[in-house]
């Protein structure tokens, strides 16, 4: 027992005496929100994929491809040479077909996460090529640039009245 802190003497309490936190205790966080308050100063950003990974992976799949070929030749008892020549021209092969090979996203699994993205770019930029929206579109702006003609009619009709009623108290 030390600091006066838990139960003078654990007799009679049906416990040990041992005292710990209670986790379920929920602390007050800090006031600040999680989110923005100005939604519509939030834009959408895509999420870009890791070139170095995606190269990454590429190449680990095609090291997969030579080794199960390497493993098949061997056990159908091929000589090492030959071997080494079929996992060379195999692996130079998959290295040269597979530099701008697109992505299928059904392929793809949860974790890939960069390969998805690569993937949901590439689908975003073909519907946007389908649609004919431009590369340099951004969500909203026609009603900002609304918005923008009707403020600059408005101080255009202020301005008007302003010398109009400059001119009638001549």
Do not use: C
């Not at 950003?45 to 098949?72: G, M, N, S, T, Y």
């Amino acid at each position: 027992m030390s600091s006066n802190v838990g139960l003078t003497t654990p007799r009679g309490s049906g416990t040990s005496g041992y005292v710990q936190r209670n986790l379920s205790n929920l602390r007050p966080r800090d006031n600040a929100a999680p989110y923005p308050r100005d939604l519509d100063g939030v834009r959408h950003r895509q999420r870009q994929p890791d070139k170095d990974i995606l190269e990454h992976d590429r190449k680990r799949a095609v090291e997969v491809k030579v080794f199960e070929l390497q493993d098949r030749l061997e056990d159908e008892g091929v000589d090492e040479d030959e071997i080494e020549t079929q996992t060379s021209a195999l692996r130079k092969k998959l290295l040269e077909d597979g530099k701008g090979g697109a992505t299928n996203a059904r392929d793809l699994k949860p974790h890939q996460v960069h390969e998805l993205a690569k993937a949901k770019i590439e689908e975003s930029e073909k519907l946007r090529r389908a649609l004919g929206i431009s590369a340099d579109y951004e969500e909203g702006g026609h009603w900002r640039k609304q918005e923008e003609r009707q403020r600059e009619a408005t101080l255009e009709r202020g301005k008007e009245d302003a010398r109009r009623d400059s001119d009638g108290a001549r």
